[in-house]
């Protein structure tokens, strides 16, 4: 996020705590990061995409728009700053666009978290039942109550949603 200075300290203070033996790595990890600086353009990305989440939870979203987009065109493969993007399309009353963004982050599965990956399908499984595209969005309900690693919230808003479309577990 633009302060080398502050991570160098935190990765020394990192492996001065890490235990012995180090089970986990920690020592070796931080040594890692210490040795090489982060993309500076994906982490100029990733402050923007965090920006707009700010500006959006604030309802600025003419802010969360422009941050946004200024993170997609400097990282477009970033599946949290898609599925931030999806969000302000919809404050933006623009389905299809949000939707857009939800399948972009679907797709990038593997390295969506977890959470964050569970949310793109919820989201869009409820546009998706708006448009009447029911099969899909039951698909992505299902997909989104048992996905490990989804928030709680999550998994019981796409478990109420089957109960409430009457379908059955298979």
């Known amino acids: 996020m633009g302060s080398r200075a502050a991570a160098v300290d935190a990765y020394r203070a990192a492996a001065a705590a890490a235990p012995s033996p180090d089970v986990d790595g920690v ?42 987009d200024e993170s997609l065109a400097l990282n477009g493969s970033d599946p949290v700053a898609r599925y931030r993007a999806g969000r302000v399309q919809q404050a933006r009353k623009e389905d299809a666009a949000a939707l857009a963004h939800y399948e972009q982050a679907i797709k990038s599965a593997r390295t969506c978290p977890p959470p964050i990956l569970g949310y793109a399908y919820v989201d869009a499984a409820r546009i998706l039942e708006r448009q009447g595209k029911r099969t899909q969005a039951i698909s992505y309900y299902r997909i989104a109550s048992s996905l490990f690693g989804a928030a709680a919230d999550t998994r019981a808003a796409a478990t109420r949603a089957l109960t409430r479309l009457k379908v059955a577990d298979r």
């Open 27 to 68: 020592a070796a990890a931080a040594a890692d990061h210490l040795r090489r600086a982060p993309d500076a353009k994906r982490a100029e990305a990733y402050r923007l995409s965090l920006e707009g989440w700010r500006h959006l939870e604030r309802n600025d979203v003419p802010g969360a728009t422009a941050s946004l």
